[in-house]
């Protein structure tokens, strides 16, 4: 990644793991699927990669080394992380209704509006605005609508769930005892408001849903959990690295100009920057059989590690046709969600999300990144701030950021 537009987002890779993304990287180059002791089998090859994912029966997310196991002490044993065989098929069917693109987009628009028009009255007034803040307060929101808990701030709903992703490295096998309790803490009170939800029995709602479908309130709040912790940390880290690669790209002002005859290209250029900076750099998977993985011998138990960003990354860098809509999508199925049984069932609501907030920035002239540095030593790569304008920054700005820059860390960046 040497291209322009990826120099940002290399640094906000090394800030997240300065070990551990240049050694993936390395074993990478070295085959489709490599062992590595302490770690496990590490497949860097998209092909590779969908095989482990669709092979449900010999690569589980449940067992030893899974990244279901490392969850349920806290959310439970079935939260559908943590799950296979008929009963993952039977919950996945109770929820699939809740994320069809059009209610994710109702839903996102509806509860977003108030959260997107300070942001966007800022732009319009010539001020900055902080995509992370406003992005974990968004995500934060949003979840908390669909699990009954809007009475929370949505920053308070994203921060609850950052509190565990911590506890989480890409080592982390499982969770201590004070981790387990620590975390279950943290969750206590927004689960009590879902408990809430599942009581009055709404129907519109998701524990409504799964009320209504058999769950036991054990299994939804659950569920609940789950959705918090899966549901903010992601969509929260992923809108302001897109901004970031598109501007590095020198995207924007051709999305502008396209939002104004329609937006065909928001979808496929959404999904060109995910494919570049993959959202959840690594996936697991435990070995339910012994097989082959290319050449490699794969022994049961084994912990196989899918280098997601590698994987998606086999495809090129940055492609502007492709995010334009010029030329096919560099992968159609989307690897970054995942693949099979376990395909991300929130994608649509996920989506949904980074649309909605990514056009309102675009539609209120957002174009320059004022100031911004990658946060360090965290799980899912991203940015510690990202402050972006509606106009050029003018030059005593500019030399008064570059003279900040001195005193901050090497990787803080003032772009001009």
């Known amino acids: 990644m040497k291209r322009r537009e990826h120099l940002w987002e290399r640094r906000v890779q090394l800030a997240a793991h300065p070990l551990a993304y240049p050694f993936i990287t390395a074993v990478a180059r070295r085959g489709p699927a490599v062992r590595v002791p302490g770690i496990g089998i590490v497949v860097g090859d998209p ?20 990244s279901g196991a490392l969850w349920t002490p806290v959310l439970g044993p079935a939260v559908l992380l943590n799950m296979e065989g008929e009963e993952h098929r039977r919950l996945r069917a109770a929820l699939t209704g809740l994320f069809t693109r059009a209610q994710a987009t109702e839903l996102c628009t509806r509860v977003l509006a108030p959260v997107l028009r300070e942001a966007t009255d ?5 001020g900055a605005v902080d995509l992370v803040a406003l992005t974990r307060a968004a995500a934060g929101t949003v ?10 701030a949505g920053a308070e709903v ?33 689960v009590a408001q879902a408990g809430e939800a599942y009581d009055r029995a709404e129907t519109g709602s998701m524990m409504g849903r799964l009320r209504a479908h058999g769950l036991d309130r054990e299994q939804a709040l659950g569920l609940a959990a789950a959705f918090l912790l899966t549901g903010t940390e992601t969509v929260a880290t992923t809108v302001p690295r897109i901004f970031a690669l598109w501007h590095d790209s020198g995207l924007l002002p051709a999305l502008r100009a396209d ?16 494919r570049v900076i993959t959202p959840s750099p690594a996936m697991l998977r435990r070995a339910a059989r012994p097989g082959l993985l290319g050449t490699t011998e794969v022994r049961e138990g084994d912990r196989v590690l899918i280098a997601t960003a590698r994987c998606d990354l086999a495809a090129g860098p940055f492609d502007r046709d492709a995010a334009l ?25 996920a989506l949904a999300e980074i649309r909605v907030l990514l056009q309102a ?55 001009s």
Not at 47 to 66: E, I, M, N, T
Not at 122 to 126: H, S
Not at 163 to 189: F, H
Not at 259 to 274: C, H, K, Q, V
């Open 158 to 190: 994203f921060e609850r769930g950052e509190r565990i992703v911590r506890m989480v490295g890409l080592r982390t096998r499982e969770l201590t005892p004070r981790q387990v309790a620590k975390a279950k803490a943290v969750l206590a009170g927004l």
């Open 259 to 274: 939002l104004e005859t329609g937006g065909a290209a928001l979808d496929p250029a959404i999904d060109e920057a995910m």
């Open 122 to 126: 800022r732009l319009a007034a010539g």
């Open 143 to 152: 979840i908390g609508e669909l699990l009954g808990v809007s009475d929370t």
């Open 47 to 66: 092909g590779l990669a969908r095989q482990v994912l669709l092979d449900h029966d010999g690569f589980r997310k449940d067992g030893p080394g899974s």
């Open 361 to 415: 920035l675009l539609t209120a002239g957002a174009g320059t990144i004022v100031r911004r540095r990658a946060k360090r030593r965290v799980l899912i790569p991203t940015y510690a701030r990202l402050e972006v304008s509606a106009a050029q920054a003018t030059a005593p700005q500019r030399r008064s950021d570059r003279k900040r820059r001195t005193d901050r860390t090497k990787t803080e960046l003032t772009t």
């Open 325 to 349: 809509g010029r030329c096919p999508a560099h992968d159609p199925k989307r690897l970054w969600f995942g693949a099979g049984p376990h395909y991300c069932i929130g994608a649509p609501l």
